[in-house]
């Protein structure tokens, strides 16, 4: 055949391989176990370079770490933190208001739950009944009813002047004269 029977379209079969129309007997017989090994070869080649390309991977990609946020990321978490503080700051504003305008402590009022002036004076003054007196004369203990302070020391009990008094009184902490 020439190049013009090529152009058209007919394929010329190259050397090393046959026609398949021609007779069998014309060529040599194919050795399929060599082809096969070939072919074996080939595919462990081409696995190996996959394996490697998935290990450079991997690597590659715990290398980098976290990406870094986008534009978009970084404004909204930043107006984010910018209406907390206000809202803290507001908080704080409410709160130093409302203390000062029911008498309470600022850091009891601090810890009350209200979200707005409203609420917060309303239980400000809640607590400030309960916390302080109605008035009049401070309360004082029944008469007659003996006050226990706190257990007196050696020192105290030697100077009481009476006699009777600080007998009972040493006999009381007999653990002070031992």
């Known amino acids: 055949m020439d190049n013009a029977t090529q152009a058209q379209g007919g394929q010329q079969p190259q050397q090393g391989q046959t026609d398949p129309q021609q007779g069998a007997g014309d060529a ?7 082809l096969y090994e ?16 998935l290990e450079q991977l991997n ?18 978490a930043l107006e ?16 130093d208001s409302v ?5 309470l402590d600022r850091a009891i009022v601090a810890t009350l739950s209200g979200a707005d002036e409203d609420a917060l004076t309303e239980q400000a ?21 003996k006050q226990k302070p706190g257990r007196p020391s050696k020192k105290e009990i030697l100077g009481i002047e009476d006699k009777k008094e600080r007998m009972a009184a040493i006999a009381a902490n007999i653990d002070l004269f031992k």
């Open 28 to 34: 040599q017989p194919k050795d399929y176990k060599a």
């Open 38 to 53: 070939d072919a074996v070869k080939e595919s462990r080649k081409w696995e190996k370079r996959s394996k490697d390309n």
């Open 59 to 76: 690597a590659l990609k715990q290398s980098q770490g976290k990406p870094d946020p986008t534009i978009e990321e970084r404004i909204a």
């Open 80 to 95: 984010k933190e910018n209406g907390d503080l206000k809202a803290a700051s507001a908080r704080a504003a409410l709160v």
């Open 99 to 103: 203390a000062k305008a029911t008498g």
């Open 125 to 145: 003054e809640a607590i400030a009944a309960i916390a302080k007196p109605q008035g009049g004369a401070p309360l004082v203990p029944e008469a007659g009813i």
